[in-house]
Nanobody, 116 residues
Framework: QVQLVESGGGLVQAGGSLRLSCAAS????????MAWYRQAPGKQRELVASITRNDGRTNYADSVKGRFTISRDNANNTVYLQMDSLKPEDTAVYYC?????????WGQGTQVTVSS
């Protein structure tokens, strides 16, 4: 089992920045990919960004490219999402996600609200 604890959400004005953190604990060995998803009211959950644990390859949704940066700290089993130039349409609950072998684990979610 892997436990995920997210932090860093909140309320910010458009154009502002937030940094999300997600700390993994438990059976963290063999984690392959760490990612952030988000779900806005009435919409499906979508991938925001992902990063491979071994070589740090990243992938971003088109809507956040150039504004968000995902990074990881393998020593502390933590993944970060630096969000800059935030827009009202970035408002959502953001979920941490890790894939370990053939299993997927989710955090509890953290609310990000961007006011116009």
């Amino acid at each position: 089992q892997v436990q995920l604890v997210e932090s860093g959400g909140g309320l910010v004005q458009a154009g502002g920045s937030l940094r999300l953190s997600c700390a993994a604990s438990g059976s963290t060995f063999s984690i392959n990919v760490m990612a952030w998803y988000r779900q806005a009211p009435g919409k499906q959950r979508e991938l925001v960004a992902s990063i491979t644990r071994n070589d740090g390859r990243t992938n971003y949704a088109d809507s956040v490219k150039g504004r968000f940066t995902i990074s990881r700290d393998n020593a502390n089993n933590t993944v970060y999402l630096q969000m800059d130039s935030l827009k009202p349409e970035d408002t959502a609950v953001y979920y941490c996600n890790v894939k370990r072998m053939f299993l997927t684990y989710w955090g509890q979610g953290t609310q990000v609200t961007v006011s116009s």
